[in-house]
Nanobody, 129 residues
Framework: QVQLVESGGGSVQVGGSLRVSCDAS????????MAWFRQAPGREREGVAC???????TYGDSVKGRFTISKDGGTNTLYLQMTDLKPEDTAIYYC???????????????????????WGQGTQVTVSS
């Protein structure tokens, strides 16, 4: 069973930086899209950033220019580097993935949670002033 395990969450002050990680070592599909989502209390799950096996990245409007998604191909670890953090970034951050053994081409990015079938348990990020 594929598992995704997030780590690296915590508390940080406004303007600070934090990097969260997702251990995807058991997610071994050649074609994939992987993403970070977040969910704050009382709000819907929101797409933060996505990366595909073709190297395409996309970001939510609220984090463009501040967050960077990347993937270490050797360790199969997904990262989200967050800078200039704001109180509204406070949420549980989830790693998500969808993979394919065979495709004609790399899949396009997607920021809708319905396009993912594998999820981590989440890690809390709290930004305080």
């Amino acid at each position: 069973q594929v598992q995704l395990v997030e780590s690296g969450g915590g508390s940080v002050q406004v303007g600070g930086s934090l990097r969260v990680s997702c251990d995807a070592s058991r997610f071994t599909y050649y074609f994939y899209r992987m993403a970070w989502f977040r969910q704050a209390p009382g709000r819907e799950r929101e797409g933060v950033a996505c990366i595909t096996s073709g190297g395409i990245t996309t970001y939510g409007d609220s984090v463009k220019g501040r967050f960077t998604i990347s993937k270490d191909g050797g360790t199969n670890t997904l990262y989200l580097q967050m800078t200039d953090l704001k109180p509204e970034d406070t949420a549980i951050y989830y790693c998500a993935a969808r993979g394919w053994r065979l495709l004609a081409r790399s899949p396009p990015p997607a920021m809708d949670p319905g396009y993912y079938d594998t999820w981590g348990q989440g890690t809390q990020v709290t930004v305080s002033s």
